[in-house]
């Protein structure tokens, strides 16, 4: 017995989609295939695909051959048929075998929710690490599909989840794609050096790293921007680019946040997470998502608007402890809250905040906490600094916060607050 739920009325698009998906023994609480598929048409808007229809299918097991059932692909063959469909799109991982079984019945390109996000990061790559890390995983993808996929394989770059190797007739050289699996792993090596090399000298900088974190669209590159704009050497070159939409950026962005108090700290953004999201694509992108193990703090950005904000926030903690960062030092920042019609209370962990990067709401709060949780130990010190010893305060103006500054007979009295680590170089001036 299967759902079928109807899109009506939607604009001609190049590519028409129906997607599918498979309810085993019921195992699937139906808010949670609800929210599943969702996501999965958020996908395929992304992708510049127009969904048409969405079909369920209800199923004691899998169907070794076509994952679904006969009878149901051929229903999807007609509705492609009626509907001048030009794809169909699975939420779960297809075999070689189904996809090309399925093709032969509903007579369209078939792929699965793993195709289309490879697709996705493939459209999306702007760096050379992140077009190498996308064609390794889309490789890896397609290496165990050789034998089923046949056809597919022999389409190069034509539409929808064939974006990417193209020219080298994967349908037929196995042996190709393993060495160009091992030329594209040397240069993501060498790439790596460079990052390490890099990365070294931020540390050595001693400046705090906080990394933001969360799923895909939640707002981390607006959150990164409204930091800019506070931060003392802004300039709207250095601010990234947003957009709403999934994985609007793949690359990391790292930037200086300088604060009015001589505080520093450096600010970076990583990919946003998904559902389901396709392991070889994590492993990929490792190197890349290492930089959180870096970090002294995570901003876990959760859009507050989004009803399915449990799911999402789960799933970025699930890749986090993937990669054995979820013990990190962690603030919740639920963000968008200025789309949120009813009213709320922050709740009592002090781990959590409600903020709108957009509008900016209680970013001087975010800010705050966070300087709580990187801060170094700080003393206030009333210092007392000769004449004759005026490039003290130059000294100090660009080391510590400067409270106050007055001229009196005996020097120049300043009373600062600075690192604790300062005392030894700056106590002998001490007032007594």
């Known amino acids: 017995m299967g759902v079928d739920k109807m899109k009506t009325e939607l604009p001609v698009e190049t590519n028409k989609a129906v997607l599918v998906a498979l309810n085993v023994n019921k195992r699937d609480i139906n808010e949670k295939l609800d929210e599943s598929l969702e996501e999965l048409e958020e996908l395929s808007k992304a992708a510049d695909v127009e969904v048409i229809a969405i079909s369920i299918q209800n199923r004691s097991t899998i169907h070794p051959a076509y994952y679904i059932g006969k009878g149901k692909a051929e229903e999807i063959a007609e509705l492609c048929k009626i509907h001048e469909a030009n794809l169909v799109i699975f939420n779960d991982e297809l ?90 792993k040397k240069q993501l090596k060498e790439v790596k050096k460079n990052r390490e090399t890099q990365r070294s000298q931020r540390l050595k900088s001693e400046l705090p790293i906080v990394a933001l974190v969360g799923y895909t669209n939640a707002g981390k590159s607006t959150l990164m921007n409204a930091f800019l704009k506070i931060s003392e050497n802004h300039d709207e070159k250095r601010e990234v680019y947003t957009k709403d939409q999934l994985f609007a950026t793949l690359d990391i962005s790292l930037r200086k946040i300088s604060l009015s108090n ?5 600010l970076t953004d990583t990919v946003g997470f998904v559902s389901k999201l396709p392991h070889d694509l994590v492993d990929a992108f490792k190197s890349t998502l290492e930089e959180v193990k870096y970090a002294d703090l995570l901003l876990h950005v959760i859009d507050a608007s989004n009803e399915n904000y449990e799911l999402q926030k789960n799933t970025t903690l699930k890749v986090l402890k993937e990669l054995e960062v979820d013990d990190k030092n962690m603030i919740h920042v639920f963000n968008k809250s200025d789309l949120l019609s009813n009213t709320y209370e922050i709740p009592k962990n002090e781990k959590t905040i409600y903020i709108s990067a957009k509008t900016t709401q209680n970013l001087d709060k975010l800010l705050e906490m966070i300087r709580d949780a990187i801060g170094k130990s700080t003393i206030e010190l009333t210092l007392v600094i000769p004449y004759n010893e005026g490039h003290i305060v130059s000294h100090l103006h660009e080391e510590a916060e400067v409270i106050t500054s007055e001229y009196q007979e005996e020097g120049i009295v300043l009373k600062i607050r600075v690192e604790n680590t300062y005392y030894e170089k700056y106590g002998k001036y001490e007032k007594k």
């Open 95 to 184: 075999s070689g075998a189904q996809i090309r079984n399925l093709e032969e019945i509903v007579k369209v390109d078939v792929i699965d929710r793993t195709a289309l996000i490879l697709d996705i990061f493939a459209k999306r790559a702007q760096t050379k690490e992140g077009k190498l890390q996308v064609e390794l995983a889309q490789l890896k993808y397609r290496l165990p599909r050789l034998i089923g996929l046949g056809k597919q394989l022999s389409r190069q770059g034509a539409g929808i989840g064939t974006r990417g190797p193209g020219e080298m007739k994967l349908e037929t050289d196995r042996r190709h794609i393993l060495r160009r699996i091992d030329e594209i």
């Open 262 to 266: 001589n505080e520093e700290f450096l």
